[in-house]
């Protein structure tokens, strides 16, 4: 019962991968149904510390998917405890409980600074997704966007749930395309701020140095880290047309993997196992997707539907997900390799693009434009859901996010 709903999110989008779920997972609920989690027994102080904790929490456990918050009557799931402040300091203490076995899932106490609160109910509403469903949460990532609001496109970062938006550069140039390392301690992406040719960047957020990792002649963009965070998978034009090649990064080593003629690459991206890379081509005459071994070889072409194919993510469950145009809009589609079969996960009410997986395998964070606005947008692939990142308020137009923590084991 435990893990009741861990073979929803392995089945919901291709039931062919039921067969390859653990034995002890058993299916009690509808592929988009939530569980009802009484929170009525978690109790909060008067203090803002306490209500902002409260809040959030509230706030993520919703946003996750998995549970609908009600009251005592008839809840599958039970939270107790509570979170008040003591000193200068909150404590949470929490436990979880299986309302009907009345078997403990989950007990941990929390204690941080006030001014921590958001994160420690970001830490609890992770915790209890992976104590009930088995499955990953996302509250505690970190996205990074690109945003115009100077009149440039510069760097951004804020929470999953679109709080505590900060602006990470200011090269009063254009950027591009950047992605978290496995780790979130690193960030690299695509500028043109030193030259009139785009140059690959690295971040290191804790010192905020900054470092030029590719400035050959030409271009040098869309850099992705491996899942083990050693090398980067990026497009250079150095030797002629944009070619995908990967970069080891401690011995800045390059590996060439294509050499296609009069054909450009774009928007690598590696798979779960470091073993192969997703990627954009037109040699075919239109924008297509194809793989290839890490080791290089003849690219395998991606079988889909649509004119063009572009911005693909491969997540962390082995699905991936990218843009095709289809109708005059971009789509959002999933494929699933192992099967080869596509499933649709956006509505046909705009043009959807640049999706990044969260860690949860479940959600999408995409650019959302209509009437000439862009925005970015969480899209939630079992069910309806599909909101906005930042509050309305928030000034400018968003690209490129890109979600942090998709390696990292709860």
């Known amino acids: 019962m435990k893990h009741f709903i861990s073979a929803v999110v392995v089945s919901a989008l291709f039931l062919a991968a039921l067969t390859d779920c653990p034995a002890q997972i058993r299916v009690t609920k509808g592929l988009s149904e939530a569980a009802f989690l009484d929170i009525s027994g978690f109790k909060s102080g008067a203090d803002n510390a306490s209500l902002v904790f409260r809040r ?9 998917g998995w549970f609908k918050l009600a009251g005592p009557a008839r809840p599958e799931f039970t939270l107790i405890g509570g979170a008040e402040e003591g ?37 609890l509403a992770d915790d209890l997704v992976f104590a009930l469903t088995g499955q990953p949460g996302m509250a505690s990532s970190k996205i990074v966007l690109v945003g115009n609001r100077t009149g440039q496109k510069e760097l951004y970062i804020c929470d999953a749930d679109g709080f ?3 602006q990470l550069t200011r090269d009063n140039a254009i950027s591009l395309a950047p992605r978290w390392s496995p780790d979130g301690k690193q ?16 971040i290191t957020m804790q010192s905020g140095r900054r470092q030029c990792l590719a400035g050959f ?4 963009a869309s850099a992705a880290f491996s899942p083990d965070g050693r090398k ?11 070619d995908l090649f990967i970069m080891d990064i401690n011995s800045e080593r390059l590996t060439r993997l294509t050499a296609s003629k009069r054909a450009a690459e774009a928007s690598p991206s590696w798979s779960p196992d470091g073993r192969q890379i997703v990627f954009v081509s037109d040699s075919s005459g239109t924008p297509q997707l194809y793989i290839i071994g890490q080791e290089g070889g003849e690219p ?17 469950n082995g699905y991936i997900v990218y843009s095709s145009f289809i109708g005059g809009r971009f789509q959002l589609y999933v494929f699933n390799p192992a099967a080869g079969e596509t499933k649709q996960i956006t509505p046909p009410d705009a043009s959807y693009e640049d999706p990044s997986w969260a860690p949860d395998g479940r959600h999408i964070f995409c650019v959302r434009k209509q009437n000439y606005n862009s925005r ?35």
């Open 56 to 64: 959030t929490l509230e706030s993520d456990l919703t946003r996750s």
């Open 187 to 202: 960030i690299v992406y695509t500028s043109y701020y030193r030259t009139q040719f785009p140059e690959v960047f690295l």
């Open 300 to 316: 395998r072409r991606i079988a889909v539907g649509g004119s063009q194919n572009v911005d693909p993510d491969w997540g962390p």
């Open 164 to 166: 505590n938006l900060r």
């Open 232 to 242: 980067l998978a990026l497009i250079l034009s150095k030797d002629g047309n944009p």
């Open 87 to 123: 000193g200068a300091r909150l404590v949470v203490r929490s436990e979880a409980y299986n309302t009907m076995t009345r078997a403990r899932l989950f007990s941990k106490t929390y204690k941080g600074g006030k001014e921590e609160a958001r994160s420690l109910a970001h830490q």
């Open 376 to 410: 970015v947008f969480i899209v939630d692939t079992l069910g309806p859901s599909c909101i906005n990142l930042l509050r309305e308020s928030v000034k400018g137009d968003w690209f490129s996010p890109d979600c942090s923590g998709k390696y990292i084991k709860p």
């Open 217 to 220: 002649p030409g271009l040098n």
